[in-house]
Nanobody, 123 residues
């Protein structure tokens, strides 16, 4: 079992920045892919970015490239998502996820999920 807890969400003005954090506990994260998804109100959950825990290799959804940066701290067991130049359309609940083995952009590839953190961007 992997337990994930997100933090760092909040209300920010357009153009601002936020840094979301996901703290993992439980089993080792070696062999896992870690990801951030988001779900705007009334819409489906969508992939944002992912990182391989062991190698640090990253994957981004095309529209967020250049504004979103995913990273991990293996000593602290955390995964972070830096969001710059925030836009109102970034408003959503952001979820951290972990999956063992091959993981990509599909939500079904991830086994463990956090409770989510709300990001609201005002125009």
């Amino acid at each position: 079992q992997v337990h994930l807890v997100e933090s760092g969400g909040g209300l920010v003005q357009a153009g601002g920045s936020l840094r979301l954090s996901c703290t993992a506990s439980g089993r080792t994260l070696s062999g896992h892919g870690m990801a951030w998804f988001r779900q705007p109100q009334g819409k489906e959950r969508e992939f944002v970015a992912a990182i391989r825990w062991d190698s640090g290799t990253t994957l981004y959804r095309d529209p967020v490239k250049g504004r979103f940066t995913i990273s991990r701290d293996t000593a602290k067991n955390t995964v972070e998502l830096q969001i710059d130049s925030l836009k109102p359309e970034d408003t959503a609940v952001y979820y951290c996820a972990a999956g063992y083995g091959f993981t990509g952009m599909g939500a079904g590839e991830y086994d463990y999920w956090g409770q989510g953190t709300q990001v609201t961007v005002s125009s």
